[in-house]
């Protein structure tokens, strides 16, 4: 009996320190604080300031003259003489076409213009002696000078020969190669000076004029820039597009070259007197332009507002909010109105 009252006891006082070790879990519990919940964003007053609006665009480099040279006959290419980089001359021979086809005729028109010219040169002869008339002279030239017509006309249709000093650029065919009439064979470019073009929507096109100042740099590799200047505005839009076309020159060729893809951005007028905020501070909201403001308390809440002039970093606001405000500029998705904020100052 003695050993079952130990017993009893012993059980007694497990159970009191487990009691009280719940107590003092669930005491502890009840004063763990709450996380802060409120979102660090960058807040800011708008600067007043100036900002030149950025029009941005695209387009490809070409060679400030350039000819793009295509098939005349639908023939198979029989041999290529250049290579792309390579620089040629007027009149140098870039392709040639298969010369036996009876589409292309050109033996039948060399050995008539040879037979032209021999008959030529032997009344030639004879003239001088008295032995033909003048008449019969002339006539004889004047079959040999169509014969040479004719001759240069196949010519010229079985090989494609440069029309300027410049550069192969481009080369669509290798020898083997059936090419249809019309196709695009090879372009020539003077790349020593070089141009793109671009399609101004009508709101832009108001806006811009020639010789106004562009920025260029390469698609692949935006840190390679140069500038350039427009040096043509198209007076009419195009009836397809909708757009009109305006032709840039670039001040320098250095990293650049024909072919490669670049962004054209032009640089309007400055907007004077304006207020200024980052382009990260825009939010929208029921499909509008806004921006959130502080209030006092760190409560946000937003604000339409006007927009105007931007570049890649700024954008200016024309009306909804004053200089005397602070507003969010990081973070805008995550907010909506009433949420309270932990702000860091950037001005």
């Known amino acids: 009996m003695k050993h079952v009252s130990l017993l009893s006891i012993a059980i007694i006082l497990a159970g009191v320190v487990l009691f009280s070790g719940c107590g003092k879990g669930s005491s502890s519990e009840t004063v763990v604080p709450q996380k802060n919940t409120e979102l660090s964003v960058d807040v800011q007053k708008p600067e007043s300031g100036s900002l030149t609006e950025v029009l941005s665009y695209s387009g490809s480099l070409s060679g400030e003259e350039e000819s793009i040279l295509r098939s005349k006959v639908s023939e198979t290419v029989s041999d290529v003489t250049v290579a792309i980089g390579q620089q040629v001359k007027k009149g140098t021979v870039l392709v040639k076409f298969d010369l036996t086809t009876s589409s292309v005729q050109y033996d039948q028109a060399r050995s008539n213009y040879e037979l032209a010219q021999k008959t030529f040169e032997r009344n030639a002869n004879l003239l001088k002696v008295g032995a033909i008339s003048q008449q019969l002279f002339d006539q004889t030239k004047t079959q040999m000078d169509v014969a040479l017509a004719n001759f240069d006309n196949v010519r010229n249709m079985v090989q494609i020969e440069s029309p300027i000093d410049g550069t192969v650029t481009s080369l669509n065919v290798s020898a083997g190669d059936f090419v249809p009439a019309g196709t695009p064979v090879v372009t020539v470019s003077r790349i020593s000076s070089l141009k793109t073009s671009i399609s101004l929507n009508s709101t832009d096109a108001s806006k811009v004029k020639v010789g106004s100042p562009v920025l260029i740099s390469l698609t692949d590799n935006p840190a390679i820039k140069t500038e350039g200047r427009i040096t043509e505005i198209a007076r009419s839009a195009d009836p397809a597009t909708r757009t009109f076309e305006a032709k840039i020159r670039l001040s320098s060729t250095t990293n650049f070259s024909s072919g490669l893809y670049v962004n054209v951005e032009i640089l309007n007028n400055t907007n004077e007197k304006a207020l200024?905020?980052?382009?990260?501070?825009?939010?929208?909201?029921?499909?509008?332009?806004?921006?959130?403001?502080?209030?006092?308390?760190?409560?946000?809440?937003?604000?339409?507002?006007?927009?105007?002039?931007?570049?890649?970093?700024?954008?200016?606001?024309?009306?909804?909010?004053?200089?005397?405000?602070?507003?969010?500029?990081?973070?805008?998705?995550?907010?909506?109105?009433?949420?309270?904020?932990?702000?860091?100052?950037?001005?």
């Open 276 to 347: 200024l905020v980052p382009v990260t501070a825009l939010a929208v909201k029921l499909g509008k332009t806004a921006l959130f403001v502080m209030q006092p308390d760190s409560i946000v809440s937003s604000v339409f507002v006007t927009t105007g002039y931007r570049n890649n970093d700024k954008v200016t606001i024309l009306s909804g909010v004053t200089d005397k405000d602070v507003v969010v500029t990081s973070g805008t998705l995550l907010l909506k109105d009433g949420d309270k904020v932990n702000p860091v100052v950037k001005n």
